[in-house]
T-cell receptor, first 112, second 109 residues
Framework: DTAVSQTPKYLVTQMGNDKSIKCEQN?????MYWYKQDSKKFLKIMFS???????INETVPNRFSPKSPDKAHLNLHINSLELGDSAVYFC???????????FGPGTRLTVL | KNEVEQSPQNLTAQEGEFITINCSYS?????LHWLQQHPGGGIVSLFM???GKKKHGRLIATINIQEKHSSLHITASHPRDSAVYIC???????????FGTGTLLAVQP
């Protein structure tokens, strides 16, 4: 009964490919997030959805497209992967947009 | 310069020591998170606070809104406290979570 789950945990792919990372939360939260943790372990927000509506869209290349089919899911699709996309991507959720955040286990993406 | 600064960046302590990690921020905030990231990579929220002080077990978090400063204290530190501690604030125009660079804590037995 994991609160915030992500799949896959590891993703190794070639440059130029398209890939998706899925996130699901069973906490009944209204707000979900995607974060990127770079090689220096620095975390930065990418997107935030509240009730399936996009509320935060940081300066992220258009190749990244989040999709929220319902409040419990926020998926991240990445087109034309580049070497610089290699990172750990964390999904998180909170009850409200300014609330305690619960993080998923992370997806380590490696682009070769 | 980061909007959220933490000190120290690295900290080594002996088991049983009292530990303090500091966080200063330069933006207006709604609230502040202290997070813990274990070597395995998982991130856990320890506290979210917007004023005063919170305590949970051996952990204490304080915030001074006027001085734009927060501290995380660990009493009677233990090797299992070894982790990266990250300060993050809900701030900026969109009230997004802005992260500090983290403090790597190693508690030696």
């Amino acid at each position: 009964d994991t609160a915030v789950s992500q799949t896959p945990k590891y993703l190794v792919t070639q440059m130029g490919n398209d890939k998706s990372i899925k996130c699901e939360q069973n906490l009944g939260h209204d707000t979900m997030y995607w974060y990127k943790q770079d090689s220096k372990k620095f975390l930065k927000i990418m997107f935030s959805y509240n009730n399936k509506e996009l509320i935060i869209n940081e300066t992220v290349p258009n190749r990244f497209s989040p999709k929220s089919p319902d409040k419990a899911h926020l998926n991240l699709h990445i087109n034309s992967l580049e070497l610089g996309d290699s990172a750990v991507y964390f999904c998180a959720s909170s009850q409200v947009p300014v609330g305690t955040q619960y993080f998923g286990p992370g997806t380590r993406l490696t682009v070769l | 310069k980061n909007e959220v600064e933490q000190s120290p960046q690295n900290l080594t302590a002996q088991e049983g020591e009292f530990i303090t990690i500091n966080c200063s921020y330069s933006v207006g905030i709604s609230a502040l998170h202290w997070l813990q990231q274990h070597p395995g990579g998982g991130i856990v929220s320890l506290f979210m606070l917007s004023s005063g002080k919170k305590k949970h077990g051996r952990l204490i978090a304080t915030i001074n809104i006027q001085e734009k400063h927060s501290s995380l204290h660990i009493t009677a530190s233990h090797p299992r406290d070894s982790a990266v501690y990250i300060c993050a604030v809900y701030g900026g125009a969109t009230n997004k979570l802005i992260f500090g660079t983290g403090t790597l804590l190693a508690v030696q037995p």
